[in-house]
């Protein structure tokens, strides 16, 4: 038996009985051990705020790639 732990338009959440949880995305289903998911949170929101500070700063996605690459600042 699952219980759903949090809904929202694009995604949702359940829990299994065993304690697997199960990351809905559409029609995309991800099973995920608690620890992978709470991983998988930290990295996602790693990523909107590296997007937030990029677009605040006036930078394109990724660009601060190419300044590694090639030693621009």
């Known amino acids: 038996m699952k219980t ?5 338009a ?4 359940d829990l299994s009985d065993c304690g697997v ?3 809905h995305l559409g ?3 991800l099973r995920l051990a608690p620890s ?16 937030a500070c990029q677009q ?3 930078e394109e996605p990724l660009a601060w790639i190419t300044r590694l ?5």
Do not use: I
Request: hydrophobic share 55%; glycine share 8%; aromatic share 6%.
């Open 56 to 58: 605040a700063a006036g």
């Open 21 to 23: 949880m199960y990351l």
């Open 27 to 29: 029609a995309l289903t």
């Open 69 to 73: 690459q090639y030693g621009d600042s």
């Open 10 to 13: 694009v995604a949702a959440v």
């Open 36 to 51: 992978v998911l709470s991983e998988l949170l930290a990295t996602l929101g790693e990523a909107v705020a590296m997007h």
């Open 4 to 8: 759903r732990l949090a809904e929202s």
